[in-house]
């Protein structure tokens, strides 16, 4: 299996602009979490998938930011409009929801908004 | 509710010293609990877990045993090596609000020199 694969790896933006980051989840789970890590505030879970449908969304800093599941496949998470202060890490992660497994995470799309 | 609590670091060794990364937590019912390692520039990945009261995970000489009646899951390696310097996550999976979530501690730098 090739892991969780998110898209692009780094994006430069600039403030303004709409950014869209991608995820293909672990073919097989069916729960979907992104995360953003930052230094000032480390790791923090923005939104959470169960079978495609949005569970936990309390973590979305505010309306500029949305999250889409349209399919067990393909998750996307975007920020419109783009400010400095989003620039973090954004990381996917899957794992079967049934019992308390672990999650498996990609490798993280670094977001600088200048 | 549920929460994980793991030692501020950096924590600073020199090679082959022991290792303790002290994590609790608090929660509900009968989680599942996990080490995470992030190393530079990627993703978290999975450590080892430990799913049940008194139950010892292990990989890459790193251990941790999950003790119930102290809420606690601290890891320990009897002697590090400089490509262990990552940072590293406690966590837990527990069922929340009718569903299975992921906490995970703020993590815990850890930089060993040669």
């Known amino acids: 299996d090739a892991g969780v694969i998110q898209s692009p790896r780094h994006e430069v933006t600039e403030m303004g602009q709409e950014v869209t980051l991608r995820c293909k989840p672990i073919?097989?789970?069916?729960?979907l979490f992104w995360y953003r890590q930052t230094m000032m505030r480390g790791l923090e879970l923005l939104i959470y998938f169960n079978n495609n449908v949005p569970i936990d969304d309390s973590g979305m800093p505010e309306d500029r930011f949305s999250a889409k599941m349209p399919n067990a496949s393909f998750s996307t998470l975007k920020i419109q409009p783009s400010e400095p202060r989003d620039s973090a890490v954004y990381f996917c992660?899957?794992?079967?929801?049934?019992?308390?497994?672990?999650?498996?995470f990609g490798q993280g799309t670094r977001l600088t908004v200048v | 509710g549920n929460s994980v609590t793991q030692m501020e670091g950096p924590v600073t060794l020199s090679e082959e010293a022991f290792l303790t990364i002290n994590c609790t937590y608090t929660a509900t019912g009968y989680p599942s609990l996990f080490w995470y390692v992030q190393y530079p520039g990627e993703g978290l990945q999975l450590l080892l877990k430990a799913t049940k009261a008194d139950d010892k995970g292990s990989n890459k000489g790193f251990e941790a045993t999950y003790r119930k009646e102290t809420t606690s899951f601290h890891l320990e390696k009897g002697s590090v090596q400089v490509s262990d310097s990552a940072v590293y996550f406690c966590a837990l999976s527990a069922v929340m609000d009718s569903s299975y979530k992921l906490i995970f501690g703020s993590g815990t730098r850890l930089l060993v020199r040669p």
């Open positions: 073919s097989g789970h069916n729960s």
């Open positions: 992660a899957s794992r079967r929801s049934t019992g308390n497994t672990e999650a498996f």
